[in-house]
């Protein structure tokens, strides 16, 4: 289970993000700011300085904010407090439909294996039917919102059978630990962490449920003026996946050291069925269509605030 000491590491820093300053006096000084959480092959970049040496040659320098979910990082960057980062696939909705200034500029394909709904082990809960009526924790406006309503659906349920808490994953952690909720629907690497409590029991993971997409944004402005820099970073981080996922051994303690999840839990992320670091890369239809319908059923659901075009935002690199 996650500890007190682990939950304030994995806290987020977007205050301190949203106070640096705009934009353009980012770009202009030649300073690339990246949002990043503690997962994935952008963690791992981080650790290896690929970025900073990537981007050196153009007089570039590289800083780094961390945030513990999708929705904060977002509003950041849409705010123009950062320039890049990683995200779920439902936290780009809801930033397109409050009018976020940020596009999307890459995509990796995750495992649905990394994400899963837990119950106490010797919780009367058995299958996600069981959840009627239970307090389940999840972040509003991550990836997990969206998991949760498939799953619940697969079980003819919906969000309003349960008792839905918005809370981020250090808070639900602790809630989780001291029995506050029934149930908590999150990813890796908190859910491995939680996975390791023989306290713990997985209810289902979200194979079969929902893909596991994620995606790179980035400020629109900076990505307008900038774009020969965004090419270069997704070109870095698709070098850095492949290369971690060929050297798991040297991958695996890198990303514990920078993340500061514990190795055999690091390893337990980096090795699900499905895992691969290497699938990063500009949008494709597929990412597309799947964003489009994401965004339609949240909108019929009357979670979305108003219909979305996805292609409104997707950045399409010029050819060479």
Do not use: C
Not at 188 to 215: K, M, N, Q
Request: proline share 5%.
């Amino acid at each position: 289970m996650i500890t007190r000491r682990q939950g304030l590491a994995l806290l987020g820093a977007s205050a301190a993000a949203l106070a640096m300053p705009n934009i353009r006096t980012a770009a202009a000084s030649g300073n690339f700011r990246i949002g990043w959480q503690k997962n994935g092959v952008l963690a791992l970049a981080k650790r290896t300085g690929a970025i900073e040496k990537r981007l050196a040659p153009r007089g570039i320098t590289v800083s780094w904010s961390e945030f513990t979910s999708g929705p904060p990082l977002l509003e950041a960057l849409g705010a123009g407090a950062l320039d890049f980062g990683p995200t779920g696939d439902v936290p780009p909705l809801f930033a397109q439909a409050a009018g976020g200034n940020l596009v999307y500029v890459g995509t990796y394909k995750g495992t649905a294996a990394g994400s899963a709904i837990l119950v106490h082990k010797q919780s009367p809960i058995q299958a996600i039917g069981d959840l009627k009526g239970r307090k389940v924790a999840f972040k509003r406006g991550s990836s997990a919102h969206n998991f949760t309503v498939k799953a619940l659906r697969k079980a003819g349920l919906s969000v309003a059978d349960i008792e839905a808490l918005d809370l981020t994953p250090p808070d639900a952690a602790a809630a989780f630990k001291t029995g506050g909720i029934d149930a908590w629907s999150i990813w890796d690497p908190y859910f491995a962490i939680a996975e390791a409590d023989p306290d713990t029991r997985v209810l289902t993971t979200a194979e079969g449920i929902v893909d596991s997409w994620s995606f790179f944004l980035g400020n629109g402005d900076f990505v307008r003026d900038q774009s020969e820099v965004i090419v270069e970073v997704l070109d870095e981080l698709a070098r850095t996946g492949v290369w971690a996922q060929a050297n798991l051994d040297q991958t695996i303690p890198a990303i514990a050291e920078i993340t500061g999840v514990p190795e055999p839990v690091t390893r337990t992320v980096l090795t699900r069925r499905g895992a691969d670091l290497g699938k990063v890369q500009t949008l494709g239809d597929e990412a597309v269509a799947y964003q489009q319908a994401l965004a339609d059923e949240f909108h019929d659901l009357g979670i979305l605030p108003k219909k979305l075009a996805i292609t409104d935002i997707v950045w399409r690199p010029k050819a060479s």
